[in-house]
């Protein structure tokens, strides 16, 4: 079983910067890719970001294309969120969570889930 911790939240202004990490437990990391999601109040939980196992491949929302970058450093077992440009409608809950199928952007295809963390974008 792969536990999931978040962190690196927290309030930012319009435009600016922040990245979150997230960091796992187990051997099994590099086998998963990783991916990235939000849920903002009143919204449904929709998929940000994905990385695959190995690092080499990504895929982004239309959203967030050209603002965020997602990593992974497999040797700390921990995957991040990078995001500059940020906007209001960037304010969500972030979660990340693991797959065992390459870049999947379908909730239900992920067996583990962080507890998310808090990201506030203020105007």
């Given at each position: 079983q792969v536990q999931l911790v978040e962190s690196g939240g927290g309030v930012v202004q319009a435009g600016g910067s922040l990245r979150v990490s997230c960091v796992a437990s187990g051997r099994t990391f590099r086998t998963y890719s990783m991916g990235w999601f939000r849920q903002a109040p009143g919204k449904e939980r929709e998929f940000v970001a994905v990385i695959s196992g190995g690092g080499g491949?990504?895929?982004?929302?239309?959203?967030?294309?050209?603002?965020?970058?997602?990593?992974?450093?497999?040797?700390?077992?921990?995957?991040?969120?990078?995001?500059?440009?940020?906007?209001?409608?960037?304010?969500?809950?972030?979660?990340?969570?693991?797959?065992?199928?390459?870049?999947?952007?379908?909730?239900?295809?992920?067996?583990?889930?962080?507890?998310?963390?808090?990201?506030?974008?203020?105007?």
């Open positions: 491949l990504t895929n982004y929302a239309d959203s967030v294309k050209g603002r965020f970058t997602i990593s992974r450093d497999n040797v700390k077992n921990t995957v991040y969120l990078q995001m500059n440009s940020l906007k209001p409608e960037d304010t969500a809950v972030y979660y990340c969570a693991a797959s065992p199928i390459v870049l999947e952007t379908i909730r239900a295809a992920y067996e583990y889930w962080g507890q998310g963390t808090q990201v506030t974008v203020s105007s």
